[in-house]
C-alpha cells in the first residue's frame, strides 16, 4: 500500500484534477491519497474565519467567493449533480457555522471553519474520479485522527489514531481511499488543525500507521532542488537525501516538505519520493535512510518575515538560565518560533517568525525588565554545505545582522 500525497497546486483547477486522475491511472495499486485544500483556499477560509470572528459584513461575500470557486471547477470537471450532494451538504454545514455566534476562542472557532477547504476539494476530486472510472472511498480522517485541544497546532494521539485508522483504512472491497490532510479530530469530536501547511504531516503519519511501502508528494517542482526556484534562478535536483538532511532542511524553512513529515517516516523506515505532478514520469527525489555521509552541492533556504530581537536586562545582570526560561517561555506562550539565538554576557539576540500583529505590543511585556531592541523584515538564511563562493552569493550585498557557523552550516540573518 502506497500514500499518494497531492497539495493544494495540484487540485487548483480543473485540469490540475484531470491530472490527478492521469497520475492514479499510471500508478496502480492500493493507495491512500491525501489531499489539501484546493489552491488558495486556506488563505480564503482565514479570511472568512477573521471576518466572522469580527462579525464584519465581508463575510458571506468572502463565502460566496470559496463558493465560486469550487462551483467553477465542479463545471469545468462536469462532475454531475447527483453525485454533488455532499460538497453541497459540506456548503451548508459551513454556511450554518457562520450564523452562529463566534465563542470567545478564536483559534477553536478558526479549525472549525478552516477544516473545510480540505473536506469540500476531497468531497469533490472524490466524486470526479468515482465518476470517471476510478473507483475510491471518501473518508473523513477526523473520524481517525485524534488529536489533543490545541486548536491550530494540535498534538496527535498516536496511539489512538493507531487503531482508528486502521479501523477505518481496511482496503475491504476498496483499492483507494481519498482523505483529508491538515485536520484531525479531539476526543469530543472536536475539529483541529495540524499547522498550516500540515497535508505532507498527514500523509507520513497515515503511512506510519497503516505501514505503507512510501510516501509519494507530488509537487510544482522537479523534487526538492538545492534553493527555492522563486528565489534562485539556477536551481539543481537533489536526486537523493537522507532522514537526517530532509529533516535538517525543513526545519530550516525548506517549504517543499513539512518539517513534521520526516520523523514518522524514519521511524518505520518509509522512503518519501517528492515527485512533479507536471512529469509524473520522473524520479524527483528520494528521501530515505543512507548509511554514509552526503556531499552535496551547496542548499540555500531562506526563511522569510524574521525579527531580530535584542534583549538586554534593566540591571546589568548575566543572561544565564533563568532568563532564557523566561524568555522562551514567553515566545512560547505567544506562539512565537524561535529560530536562531545567540548570547553574550548581557545581551541575548532572538530571531524569530514575525508575527502578523506585528511586534510591538508583544514586546510591552518584555520591556518591563529588559532594554528591547528590534529589527523586523529581514530574512534568516541558511546554507548547508557551505563554501566561500556560496557564502557571498547568499548574502548578495546584504548587511548580515547575525552569523553562526559550523562544520556544515552558516546560518545568516540578512537585512
Ligand atoms: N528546496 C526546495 N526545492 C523545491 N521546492 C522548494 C524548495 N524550497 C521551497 N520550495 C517551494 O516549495 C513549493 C512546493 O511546496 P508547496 O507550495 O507547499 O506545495 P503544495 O502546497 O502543493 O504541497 C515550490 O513551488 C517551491 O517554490
Ligand atoms: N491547506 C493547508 C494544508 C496544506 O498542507 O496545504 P498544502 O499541501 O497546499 O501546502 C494549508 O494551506 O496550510
Request: aromatic share 10%; charged share 25%; glycine share 6%.
Amino acid at each position: 500500500m502506497k500514500v499518494f500525497k497531492f497539495g493544494g497546486a495540484s487540485v487548483s483547477s480543473a485540469p490540475a484534477i484531470k491530472n490527478v486522475a492521469s497520475i492514479l491511472e499510471m500508478y496502480p495499486g492500493k493507495k491512500v491519497m491525501v489531499i489539501s485544500a484546493m489552491g488558495n483556499t486556506t488563505n480564503e477560509l482565514e479570511f472568512l474565519v477573521r471576518s466572522y470572528y469580527k462579525k464584519d459584513q465581508k463575510t458571506a461575500g468572502i463565502l460566496q467567493r470559496i463558493k465560486d470557486y469550487h462551483s467553477q471547477i465542479i463545471s469545468e470537471l462536469g462532475v454531475e449533480q447527483q453525485n454533488l450532494g455532499q460538497v453541497h451538504q459540506l456548503f451548508a454545514v459551513l454556511e450554518e457555522r457562520l450564523k452562529r455566534m463566534p465563542s470567545l476562542k478564536f483559534d477553536y472557532e478558526y479549525d472549525q471553519v478552516v477544516c473545510f477547504g480540505e473536506l469540500i476539494s476531497t468531497a469533490i476530486v472524490s466524486a470526479y474520479l468515482n465518476q470517471n472510472g476510478i473507483p475510491n472511498q471518501w473518508l473523513d480522517v477526523r473520524d481517525s485522527l485524534r488529536t489533543d485541544e490545541t486548536y491550530r497546532e494540535a498534538v496527535v494521539d498516536w496511539k489512538w489514531s493507531e487503531m482508528l485508522v486502521n479501523n477505518s483504512f481496511t482496503f475491504k472491497g476498496v483499492d483507494l481511499y481519498v482523505t483529508q490532510g491538515f485536520i484531525g479530530s479531539t476526543t469530543t469530536n472536536q475539529t483541529t488543525t495540524l499547522g498550516r501547511e500540515g497535508s505532507d504531516f498527514t500523509a507520513a503519519i497515515l503511512a506510519n500507521l497503516l505501514n505503507a511501502e512510501s510516501v509519494t508528494i507530488w509537487k510544482n517542482v522537479p523534487g526538492v532542488l538545492n534553493a527555492d526556484p522563486t528565489d534562485f534562478s539556477d536551481t539543481e535536483k537533489l536526486e537523493e537525501l537522507s532522514y537526517k538532511e530532509a529533516i535538517e532542511l525543513a526545519y530550516s524553512g525548506a517549504k517543499v516538505i513539512h518539517p513534521k513529515t520526516i520523523k514518522p517516516l524514519r521511524n518505520k523506515n518509509i522512503p518519501l519520493f517528492v515527485r512533479p505532478f507536471d512529469f509524473p514520469e520522473q524520479a524527483g527525489t528520494v528521501i530515505k535512510e543512507i548509511g554514509y555521509q552526503l556531499e552535496l552541492v551547496p542548499v540555500y533556504i531562506l526563511k522569510k518575515k524574521q525579527a531580530l530581537v535584542t534583549l538586554s536586562p534593566d540591571d546589568f545582570s548575566f543572561v544565564g538560565i533563568d532568563v532564557l526560561s523566561e524568555v522562551f517561555s514567553f515566545f512560547k506562550s505567544n506562539r512565537i518560533k524561535v529560530n536562531l539565538i545567540q548570547q553574550s554576557a548581557i545581551d541575548l539576540s532572538l530571531c524569530v517568525d514575525e508575527p502578523e500583529v506585528g511586534l510591538e505590543s508583544l514586546l510591552m511585556e518584555l520591556r518591563k525588565k529588559f532594554d528591547v531592541r528590534y529589527n523586523t523584515g529581514l530574512v534568516l538564511a541558511t546554507i548547508r554545505f557551505y563554501n566561500d563562493e556560496s557564502l557571498v552569493k547568499m548574502a548578495n550585498g546584504r548587511e548580515v545582522l547575525m552569523e553562526q557557523k559550523s562544520r556544515r552550516t552558516v546560518r545568516m540573518v540578512l537585512k
